[in-house]
C-alpha cells in the first residue's frame, strides 16, 4: 500500500481564472492560506517555483488543477490536467484528463483516475487525487456546512465472496455462521441462515434457493449484515477511493445501502456506498 504523500498543490484554475495556491502539505486543513488571485501573466513566481520542488512526491508534480462551472445537475467536476493544457484541451480530447472528483453543495464524490498510464502503473486513487480533494473539500465546506463524501465501495462483492469461501475472514460473516442475527430495521423475524443467504445472493447475484431472481426481498433480508460487511471493507482499507478520504481527516459516518442500482455496481458493490464527514 502506497503512503501518505507530502507536497504543495498544484496551481488551480477555477472557472477559467488562475489562481495561486498556498497550501501546506496535503492531510493539514490547519493554516491552508486560501487562493490568491493571479493574472495570467504571473504563473511564473517563486512560490510557483518552490511548489515544483515539493510537488516532486505527486506522480504528476507539473499538472494543474481545474474547476468546470456548474453542470446540469448542479454539481462542479475538479480535474487535475498536464500542464499548458485546459478545459478547452479536454473537450476537443478527453483522453488528456488524469483524474477527476466531483462537488454537489457539500458533498464530494467520484474520484476517478482518468489517465491510462496512470492505472497501468497502478498508481492509487488515493494518490493520484489528492491535490483535487484538497481543493473539493474547500468547495464542499465554502457556504458553512460541513463537508461530506460518498465513496465507492468497487470490489465488495468479490471480498465477500472470499470471506464465504474462506479465502478472506470476516468478522461479520463468522457471527452469521454462529448462528447469529444482525440486528437492523430490515431485520426482524430473520434468521442467521435467512441473513446469510441474502448475503451470498447479493455477493454472487445467484438467487437463494427457491427465488428465481436476486430481487428486493433478498437486498431487505440481507441489509443489516450486507452494512456491516460494507463497514469492515472500508475499515480494512480495501477501498481506495475510502482511503483517499480518511487520510484527509474524513471519518465513515454511515453506509448508503442501495444507493446505486446501476447493474454493473449492483454486481460489484450491492449497490452499497460509503459515507464520510471530514471533521
Known amino acids: 500500500m502506497i503512503g501518505p504523500r507530502t507536497f504543495r498543490s498544484p496551481r488551480i484554475y477555477l472557472d ?97 483516475v482518468h489517465s491510462e498510464a496512470a492505472n497501468e502503473l497502478e498508481y492509487p486513487i488515493s494518490t493520484v487525487c489528492t491535490p483535487l480533494l484538497e481543493y473539493a473539500v474547500r468547495d464542499a465546506g465554502s457556504e458553512g456546512l460541513q463537508p461530506q463524501a460518498r465513496s465507492t465501495l468497487f470490489g465488495l462483492c468479490a471480498w465477500v465472496v472470499d470471506c464465504l469461501d474462506g479465502r478472506q475472514q470476516s468478522h461479520v460473516l463468522e457471527r452469521l455462521e454462529k448462528g447469529e442475527v444482525i440486528e437492523g430495521e430490515e431485520a426482524e423475524g430473520n434468521t442467521a441462515s435467512i441473513q446469510l443467504e441474502a448475503v451470498r445472493a447479493i455477493a454472487t447475484g445467484t438467487p437463494r434457493p427457491g427465488h428465481s431472481v436476486v430481487g428486493i426481498g433478498t437486498f431487505r433480508d440481507g441489509q443489516a449484515p450486507w452494512e456491516l460487511l460494507a463497514r469492515e471493507f472500508c475499515e480494512k482499507q480495501l477501498s481506495d477511493e475510502c482511503i483517499l478520504y480518511k487520510r484527509a481527516g474524513a471519518a465513515l459516518i454511515g453506509i448508503d445501502y442501495l444507493a446505486e442500482k446501476k447493474e454493473d455496481y449492483i454486481k460489484s458493490a450491492g449497490g452499497s456506498m460509503a459515507r464520510f464527514m471530514f471533521l
Open 16 to 112: 477559467g481564472i488562475k489562481y495561486n495556491c498556498h497550501c501546506r502539505s496535503f492531510g493539514s486543513r490547519e493554516g491552508g492560506g486560501g487562493f490568491s488571485e493571479q493574472g495570467e501573466g504571473n504563473a511564473d513566481t517563486d512560490d510557483n517555483n518552490n511548489d515544483n520542488n515539493n510537488n516532486k512526491n505527486h506522480p504528476y508534480p507539473n499538472a494543474t488543477v481545474h474547476r468546470t462551472g456548474a453542470l446540469a445537475n448542479g454539481a462542479r467536476q475538479y480535474l487535475l490536467l498536464p500542464p499548458y493544457k485546459d478545459l478547452q484541451h479536454v473537450k476537443m480530447d478527453p483522453k488528456i484528463r488524469i483524474a477527476s472528483i466531483f462537488v454537489h453543495r457539500n458533498l464530494v464524490f467520484g474520484a476517478r
